[in-house]
């Protein structure tokens, strides 16, 4: 094969989670864009889920296919019964996925690789998967490699024998200690590392799975970020040292992506737009925590009280499941009629669409990597309640690094006359007007970075280019 002679296919696997599977979407539709042929492969549970919500839509990218892009999909199990309750026994789920997962994926590489062998095969894979190398090996792939996160939450487990060397692993809960020798990073507290790098982090699988992924990884033969430049570039540069790391998000809002329109969303959505349509600009707080964390009745409480005590209006996402005992009974009693008018309770929404309503003026986040982009897109400041994994260490970025964002509290011992002062405060006190103003900013490089020649555009054809080297 010669140089430029490749003929590309890209066979992608995300995790099976909201917050991966989103950023997925939005590069197999780059790649498809690209000239390259894309087999996008949901998890039989992710797929049945939106086939009860879409019907025969739930093939994901049939109009981007109408629209000429070559882009398949495809179903694998992952060992477990489609009844299993994967959102509420997670850790469960994630065993089987670490361990049954990998033969499944590698028995489907195989039949597709015979089935239709004309092409030239590379395994597109999310950072999380410890098992790609072997299967990239085995298939004589190249491997690429997608951290749907920020650079700083890769660079720390990526230099996972530093923080042993230096006893930062585990971190001790009660610990408050700089790490300041992570290339690239500056400095980070230990409270705002990612909870599987703590102590009481420990007992989960996460832990175990992430030490393997971060060690597989550095077989990975290209890496993508779903950050841009802009946004970390010390911490960027630093990892180019080691291996070939390309900045191109944030993926999900490529303006030229947007007329292959997808519905990605594993629950129904809400419509909230009448609702906002009656509030004036910027006066309305949108509070979510994202598709995937569980809390307790107790802190739902209080943020409900904490909310209806600010007098500020809002629309609260609370998702079926959210807390950790499975009850479905999470607010306090009576309090659809306290918060009458003032607030709107849905279990789903579509965040882009409340995060761009005019009337919308700040987000109550536990800062998820895709709702973090999601309200620098729309130019929307945070007030940040951050609960695990990355979310620490984004809300550290939000606040210090990016400063369009603010701390509500920590941990579980919410109060909620406290909550209401944080709340005002931010929705119409001093700073939160150059709160707006930074996130403004962060919007306008966003929308810089993703046009053409931006940096995350160049760096996309930067990488079509080294992936072509690579395959050749
Ligand atoms: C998970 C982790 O918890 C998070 O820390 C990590 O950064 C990404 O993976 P999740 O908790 O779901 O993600 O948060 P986030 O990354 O913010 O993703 C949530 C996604 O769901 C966003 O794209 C958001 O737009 C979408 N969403 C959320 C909706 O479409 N509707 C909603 O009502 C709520």
Known sequence: MGMGK????????????QGHINPFIYLALKFASKGFTVTFVHLES??????SKLGPQADLFSQARHSGLDIRYATIGDGLPLE?????HFEEHWGVIMRDFPSLVDEFVGELMRSDPDFDYFLMTDTFYPWPPAVARKYNLVNVSFWTQTALTFALPYHWHLLEQNGHFPCKDDMEEEIDYIPGVGQINTKDVMSYLKESGLASIVTKAM???????KSADLILHNTMLELEPETLSALNEHQPN???GPVNFSKSLHSHTVSNSLWSEADCTDWLQSKPPASVLYVSFGSFIHTTKQVIEELAHGLFLSGVDFVWVIRPGILSCGNTDVLPEGFGDMIEGKGLVVPWCNQMRVLSNPAVGGFLSHCGWNSTLESMWCGVSMICYPIAYDQTANRKLVIEKWKFGVNLCDGESLDRVEIAEKIKG??????SDSLR????????AMEKALEINGSSDRTFDQFVEDLKVKMD
């Open 84 to 88: 299993f309750d994967r959102d509420l």
């Open 437 to 444: 103003q930074e996130a403004s900013k962060l919007k306008v």
């Open 6 to 17: 490749v003929n590309g296919h890209a066979i992608m696997i995300s995790l099976p989670h």
């Open 211 to 217: 030490a393997a992924a971060l060690d597989a990884v």
């Open 46 to 51: 992710v797929h049945h889920k939106l086939l």
């Open 426 to 431: 931010f929705m119409s006190g001093a700073s």
């Open 246 to 248: 390309y900045a191109v």
